[in-house]
């Protein structure tokens, strides 16, 4: 199973970017999945998680800028950033809790992919 995240880059404060995590390979189900970000020098933490089924939690520091959504015909999973702040600047990493058979689970990290918002 891999996890692939796209979308990072470079914008100017207050802008917008729109991350990507593709799973792939031998994949049962899929349960929940996550983004986390790593500034420099920072420990790697949580950003927002969505279930299966839909249901949601953010980080409470994002005070309603990202959005997280998951298509989970194509194993997908997508963060929404909007009025992006300098301290948003970071890695980020997405995860997933999969089930490769109706009894193995493993959690997946994808590669990661940079986000530097300028002010």
């Known amino acids: 199973v891999q996890l692939q995240a796209s979308g990072g880059g470079l914008v100017q404060a207050g802008g917008f970017l729109r991350l990507s995590c593709a799973a792939s390979g031998s994949i049962f189900r899929i349960n929940d999945m996550g983004w986390y970000r790593q500034a420099p020098g920072k420990e790697r933490a949580l950003v927002a998680a969505i279930s299966s089924g839909g249901s949601t939690k953010y980080a409470d520091s994002l005070e309603g800028r990202f959005t997280i959504s998951r298509h989970n015909a194509k194993n997908t999973m997508y963060l929404q950033m909007d009025s992006l702040k300098p301290e948003d600047s970071a890695v980020y990493y997405c995860?997933?809790?999969?089930?490769?058979?109706?009894?193995?689970?493993?959690?997946?990290w994808g590669q990661g992919t940079l986000v530097t918002v300028s002010s």
């Open positions: 995860n997933a809790d999969v089930y490769v058979d109706m009894w193995r689970r493993t959690a997946y």
